[in-house]
């Protein structure tokens, strides 16, 4: 299905626009710009929900292409029952923050700045998710990579030179490693089109594609912090402020995403190589082991929450990894969870530390004799990260781990995957552990000294918290709004 009314290229280009009036009027608005910004990512929220409903009315994918550079391709938009799903959870989750940064900004000056390169910063991200061609989806994983490295520069919190330095160095050297599959891709199959790859891969040797493929791969591995590609992440999400604290899940979940673009569209005979998709299983489960591990040891909530989005990648990926239907479902789920809970959480932190003072847990406890409606939100996040029903993050652990035990049962016995599988649904205790010891130390026992003196919560801040916890409650409840997405994901494995 065309895209006649140019919906898609709409949800881009409103916030760019919006984003060069802002850099360019931004003294003269003044505090006006951040009202500015969020209503260009409402409208660019709103094209895709109109998008998306002509995507499930029809059945069929919506498609944007674009006279663009001839020798690498049209620029192409596409929206389908995968794409979906993500590029709308961005679109909430930066519509969210950007309230939120409304009030976050209030004691500092730059607005203009900031919000400039807030809007790009979303508007890289859901160009990430809508292109197929691999150079228009390079490009704008280098407008993330540049907008979000300037605002934990400009704006980020201690050490955020260092830290800012780390995440550009990693990333960027990341985003080289896909570039050269990208390149070997173009010189060998003649496209950049994800959606033309499989077709002219069909020839190739297993080699070849196994090179393109890891490639590419660890390139992503490197946005999804995956171990041990790990290191730039806690430093970056510790440093950053924390809207953009918020909003770094979302992205190093869009990793997980494209990685199964990559797999499953682009070069569907991967997966018939048993070797490594175990090889990517077992990865997946000591980044999952690792990052549940470091974060029990941490004292303060923000780096605890960016260790555990380490582990948080490592479940999408054993999702990606796990060879059926039912995985990547739930693969798609852990995205959607993820986001929202870790933005909900990130945001929490970024409050406690302007009301309270700080977010270090040992300075923290009776939170919720005096925060009622922040401490129920900061319980359903943990909670849907440790994978309690009927919250979102339970159906993607339970389709995840389900996925990956069908595949080691459907045919014949698969030993490694079953035994690499059973480990991972014992481990993912630790999340239970870091999760509930948190919510012990910071809501309940004797109010601290810092939390008797606590200031009231911004209302302004509390806005995008509460819908955060409303929504992962109502899509746990409900969750055949996203499982729909197994329409699309149905056709690309036989079981």
Not at 174 to 203: D, H, K, P, Q
Not at 465 to 482: N, W
Request: proline residues 4%.
């Amino acid at each position: 299905m065309i895209d006649a009314s140019h919906l898609l290229l709409q949800s881009l280009i409103v916030p760019i626009i919006a984003s060069a009036i802002i850099f360019a009027m931004g003294k003269l608005l003044g505090k006006r710009v951040g009202w500015i910004a969020l209503t260009s990512l409402a409208y660019s929220m709103i094209c895709l929900v109109v998008a998306g409903y002509f995507v499930h009315r029809s059945g069929s994918p919506l498609q944007a292409s674009y006279p663009w550079a001839q020798l690498l391709g049209d620029f192409i938009l596409y929206l389908d029952g995968l794409s979906g799903p993500v590029a709308l959870v961005t679109a909430v989750v930066g519509l969210l923050a950007c309230i939120y940064s409304i009030a976050y900004m209030d004691l500092r000056d730059g607005w203009g700045g900031y919000f400039s390169l807030y809007l790009l910063f979303n508007a890289g991200m859901l160009g990430t998710v809508l292109s197929t061609n691999l150079a228009s989806f390079f490009l704008f994983l280098e407008l993330i990579l540049i907008a979000s490295w300037s605002l934990i520069v400009v704006w980020g919190e201690k050490d955020r030179w260092r830290a800012a330095l780390k995440y550009f160095l990693y990333t960027e050297t990341g985003a080289l490693m896909f570039l050269v599959g990208i390149g070997l891709t173009y010189s060998i199959m003649g496209t950049l089109n994800i959606l033309e790859l499989a077709s002219r891969a069909a020839g190739l040797s297993p080699t070849t594609l196994s090179l393109i493929a890891s490639l590419m791969l660890v390139g992503l591995f490197v946005k999804m912090a995956i171990f041990p590609l790990h290191s730039w992440l806690p430093d970056a999400y510790s440093a950053a402020p924390t809207p953009i604290s918020a909003i770094l899940p979302v992205v190093t979940g869009i990793g997980g995403y494209v990685a199964l673009r990559i797999l499953y569209i682009a070069f569907p005979q991967m997966i018939g190589q048993n070797d490594f998709m175990i090889a990517l299983l077992a990865l997946a489960l000591i980044t999952m082991i690792y990052g549940g591990y470091v974060a029990l040891a941490q004292n303060r909530l923000k780096k605890l929450l960016a260790y555990s989005s380490i582990s948080q990648m490592g479940y999408m990926l054993f999702g990606v990894a796990s060879a059926s239907v039912i995985g990547l479902a739930g693969a798609m789920l852990m995205y959607v969870a993820h986001s929202l809970s870790k933005a909900m959480l990130f945001m929490i932190s970024g409050m406690l530390s302007r009301t309270v003072g700080t977010d270090n847990l040992d300075e923290l406890g009776g939170l919720a004799g005096r925060m009622r409606t922040m401490s129920i939100a900061f319980m359903i996040g943990f909670l849907s990260l440790m994978g309690y029903p009927p919250l979102l993050g339970f159906w993607g652990e339970l389709f995840i781990f389900a996925g990956s035990i069908y595949t080691a049962l459907h045919s014949s016995l698969d030993i490694p995957r079953l035994a690499l599988t059973i480990i991972a649904i014992i481990f993912s205790l630790i999340t239970a552990g870091y999760g509930l010891w948190t919510i012990r130390r910071s809501l309940f026992g004797e109010e601290s000294e810092a939390v008797r003196r606590a200031q009231p919560e911004p209302r302004l801040m509390l806005v995008p918290i509460i819908v955060s916890a409303i929504l992962l409650v109502v899509l746990g409840i409900y969750p055949t709004t996203l499982t729909i997405l197994l329409r699309t994901l149905a056709p690309l494995l036989p079981g």
